[in-house]
């Protein structure tokens, strides 16, 4: 069974950072592309950014590029994300997924991030 675990959300201020953190299992972590998505309050999901899976090649949306970084470490089977300078609209749920962009075949639970002061 596949399971994305995220932790690290909470509640930091505006030009605050954090680092979300994603354990997988039950598939082969080494082998796929993961992605991270977001979803504010209202609204549908938006994609963040995309990692192939030596972690070689990376994507970022707009929205977030210059301030956000992916990352993986293989040997502990976990997706990671960054977050510097954040802002007000950076608030949503972050997801890790399984796949690229929003084409994706699984995703976890949530971690709420909020900036706010």
């Known amino acids: 069974e596949v399971q994305l675990v995220e932790s690290g959300g909470g509640l930091v201020q505006p030009g605050g950072s954090l680092r979300l953190s994603c354990a997988g299992s039950g598939f082969a972590f080494t082998t796929r592309t993961m992605s991270w998505v977001r979803q504010a309050p209202g609204k549908g999901l938006e994609w963040v950014s995309t990692?192939?899976?030596?972690?070689?090649?990376?994507g970022y949306a707009d929205s977030v590029k210059g301030r956000f970084t992916i990352s993986r470490d293989n040997a502990k089977n976990t997706l990671y994300l960054q977050m510097s300078s954040l802002k007000p609209e950076d608030t949503a749920v972050y997801y890790c997924?399984?796949?690229?962009?929003?084409?994706?075949?699984?995703r976890g639970q949530g971690t709420q991030v909020t900036v706010s002061s």
């Open positions: 997924t399984l796949g690229v962009r929003t084409d994706f075949t699984a």
């Open positions: 990692i192939v899976p030596s972690g070689s090649s990376t």
